[in-house]
Each structure stands twice: as structure tokens, then as C-alpha cells.
């Protein structure tokens, strides 16, 4: 039985195998509009989520599957003390895939040995954020082209923000990836992640705190929100939060073909003009975050028409 816990548990030619059937599908919807019947996910979503939960079940519905499950974990017996390694060996009995959203990191590990049928990380804490970076790395292909030979500039949240950590471990894959790395001193790349993945693949990279100067390099600009919610002290939220703000001007002076990304939600950090810039991705990748689930979930479930 497969998972996707990490965005390593791929092979990279089951990577581009997903990348390639998420693509066939955009080309043709219709493809695969049966090929779930009679199957369900069910969605446990123990934090919030609009994308990737709603995305998760449009996937599912539009496969021909249904679909059960949570969007809040106190209205599930967790609230009286239930494990997650119960929850899951239940839902497990009712479902025959599981995609699960959870603030303590590792959550969707121990699920995955417990449940009986395929689990998915939709987002564990601070830690990976895999489907994000499947939709993330089908936005690429599909905007540039390739998915390597490129400078990627990451902005904002680079400690927290677990749809980074997922991306750049899939971009160290590829050849000829440059990372430019924007944040506030504070809230810079782990020391983990900077050593098992950028270092031990040599990608070369730069840390800075100067958006501005970066900007005109980069062929990809990929903002993130600070994370409130894994702020201990509300002050030093407050005090980073609008450090880093992509608008109209600062646009001016990026590549015309750059590609602004976001895995959203954005709070104050993208100006709302730059929506109608040309090279604005980010609703590119909500959708195209339907299509790739669509892909994995074919995929786990070996249901492939
Ligand atoms: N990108 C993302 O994970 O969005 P949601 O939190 O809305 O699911």
C-alpha cells in the first residue's frame, strides 16, 4: 500500500508520471469522470483549509467517488481524548483513501501505519506539505516549461512554512536549480532542512533580506504568509508579518516573464493589483491543485483508466 507523507516517498520518474497524468487530464477532464465510482476519501482535516480540503473532494467528486470526513477536529471524537492512531484504523472501515491535516508534525506518519488504506499528507504543523508541492511543481512545468535551470526566489516565512520546506526537497532534484532565500532574520530556512537538502545537493543559494534587490534575478518569485499560527508570542508576529509586500511598483523592476507563485492563503503579502499582472500564478495553482489530486488519487488507489 502507498502513502504520500513526503514529498521523497516519490520516485522521481512516479513524480513525473503524476505530473504527466495531471496534464492529460487538464487536456481532456472527461477522461477520467468514472474511474472512482464507488470508492470515497474521506477528508480529516484537523486545522483549517479551503484549498487543499475542497480540492481534495472536488478531485474525488469529479472522479466519480464521494466523499466523507471533518473540517474541524473538535466535532470528531478527538475532542474526548481519541487517538489519531484510533481515529484513522476507524475511518479506515469506512473509507479507501485517507487525506489528513494535522498541527503536530508527524501526524500523517503515524496515521499511515495505523489506517488500513492509503494515507496523504495535506499539511503536518510547520513540518511538509507534499500535494501543495505537487500543484506547485505542475504550475512550473506548465508556466516555464521545465522544472529545472531556474533561480527561485522564496519569500517571507521560510521557518514555518511548510509548503517551502516540501518544494525546495523536491526541487533539489533537479538540475541547475538556484535558490535566492528572502526573509526576515528571524524566520529563515531550518538548519535541517539547509543541511540534509540544500547543502548535501549542493544547491547553490543565497540568504538575504532584501527583497527589492533580489527581485530582478529571479525567474520565479514564490511569497508565502507569515505563519500566525506558529507564532508563540503574538508581538513577534505582528512585528514581521508585513515585513515583505509584493506590489504593482516592485513589479516594475522583475523579469517580464517572471512567475509570481503563492500557495495561498495570502494575507497583506501580494498588493491585490498585481492579480491582474500577467505574470500572477497563484489562482493557476489553485486549480491545477485539483488536477494533480485528481493524478495522486488515481495514483494510491491504482486506479488508472
Ligand atoms: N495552500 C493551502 O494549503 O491552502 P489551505 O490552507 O487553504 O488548504
Redesign the pocket.
Known amino acids: 500500500m502507498r502513502h504520500l507523507i513526503d514529498i521523497t516517498d516519490l520516485s522521481q520518474p512516479e513524480l513525473d508520471s503524476l505530473l504527466d497524468l495531471a496534464s492529460e487530464i487538464i487536456e481532456n477532464p472527461g477522461k477520467c469522470a468514472d474511474a472512482c465510482k464507488g470508492k470515497k476519501l474521506a477528508a480529516l482535516f484537523f486545522?483549517?483549509?479551503?484549498?487543499?480540503?475542497?480540492?481534495f473532494e472536488a478531485a474525488m467528486l469529479d472522479l466519480g467517488g464521494s466523499v466523507i470526513g471533518f473540517s474541524d477536529g473538535g466535532s470528531s471524537s478527538a475532542a474526548k481524548g481519541e487517538s489519531v492512531a484510533d481515529t484513522v484504523r476507524t475511518v479506515g472501515c469506512y473509507a479507501d483513501i485517507i487525506a489528513m491535516?494535522h498541527p503536530k508534525e508527524g501526524a500523517p506518519l503515524l496515521a499511515s501505519r495505523h489506517a488500513g488504506v492509503p494515507v496523504i499528507n495535506?499539511?503536518d504543523g510547520g513540518h511538509n506539505?507534499p500535494t501543495?508541492t505537487l500543484?506547485d511543481l505542475l504550475t512550473i512545468k506548465r508556466e516555464k516549461g521545465r522544472l529545472g535551470s531556474l533561480n527561485i526566489g522564496f519569500c517571507g516565512d521560510l521557518k514555518f512554512g511548510r509548503?517551502v520546506h516540501s518544494l525546495i526537497t523536491a526541487l533539489s532534484r533537479y538540475e541547475g536549480i538556484a535558490l535566492t532565500l528572502i526573509s526576515p532574520k528571524e524566520l529563515p530556512v531550518p538548519e535541517y532542512l539547509k543541511a540534509s537538502v540544500i547543502e548535501k545537493n549542493n544547491m547553490p543559494f543565497t540568504e538575504t533580506v532584501d527583497m527589492e534587490a533580489a527581485l530582478p534575478e529571479l525567474d520565479i518569485l514564490y511569497m508565502t504568509r507569515v505563519q500566525k499560527e506558529r507564532f508563540f508570542n503574538e508581538a513577534d508576529y505582528i512585528r514581521l508579518k508585513d515585513r515583505f509586500i509584493l506590489d504593482a511598483y516592485k513589479m516594475k523592476n522583475a523579469r517580464p516573464d517572471m512567475s509570481v507563485m503563492h500557495?495561498?492563503?495570502r494575507v497583506n503579502e501580494i498588493s491585490v493589483k498585481v492579480d491582474d499582472d500577467p505574470r500572477a500564478c497563484y489562482f493557476k495553482?489553485?486549480l491545477n491543485?485539483k488536477f494533480i489530486r485528481m493524478a495522486l488519487i488515481l495514483t494510491l488507489l491504482e486506479v488508472l483508466s
Not at 486545522?47 to 480540492?55: A, H, Q
Open positions: 486545522e483549517p483549509s479551503t484549498r487543499t480540503r475542497l480540492s491535516r495535506a499539511g506539505h501543495q500543484a509548503t500557495p495561498l492563503p495553482q489553485v491543485g
